[in-house]
């Protein structure tokens, strides 16, 4: 079974940086697109960043310069340096990739989730 592992969250002072790692791991073949979301208090989930197994990265406009997405093949894991942080950063990151596992269908996984708390 597929499974992917956040960790990084915390707590962090307003201006300061944080990175997340996420590691995917089972029965996989490939990984294709790997995302992070985030979903703060009261608020719906959105998508922060992705990137292609080549390589090729995005960005939610309002985060662009701040926060770099990234990732090892060879390791299976995908990782959300963040930098400059503000307050309004505050949220539940998640991890998400599309996997193709024993069957050689892509699915999509989500991880549990990890709490970043930016202070003022």
């Known amino acids: 079974q597929v499974q992917l592992l956040e960790s990084g969250g915390g707590l962090v002072q307003a201006g300061g940086s944080l990175r997340l790692s996420c590691a995917a791991s089972?029965?996989?073949?490939?990984?294709?697109?790997m995302r992070w979301y985030r979903q703060a208090p009261g608020k719906q989930r959105e998508l922060v960043a992705t990137?292609?197994?080549?390589?090729?990265?995005n960005y939610a406009d309002s985060l662009k310069g701040r926060f770099t997405i990234f990732r090892d093949n060879a390791k299976n894991t995908v990782s959300l340096q963040m930098n400059s942080l503000k307050p309004e950063d505050t949220a539940v990151y998640y991890c998400?990739?599309?996997?193709?596992?024993?069957?050689?269908?892509?699915?999509?996984?989500w991880g549990k989730g990890t709490l970043v708390t930016i202070s003022s």
């Open positions: 998400n990739a599309d996997i193709q596992g024993r069957s050689l269908i892509y699915m999509n996984y």
């Open positions: 089972g029965s996989i073949f490939r990984i294709n697109t």
């Open positions: 990137i292609t197994s080549g390589g090729s990265t």
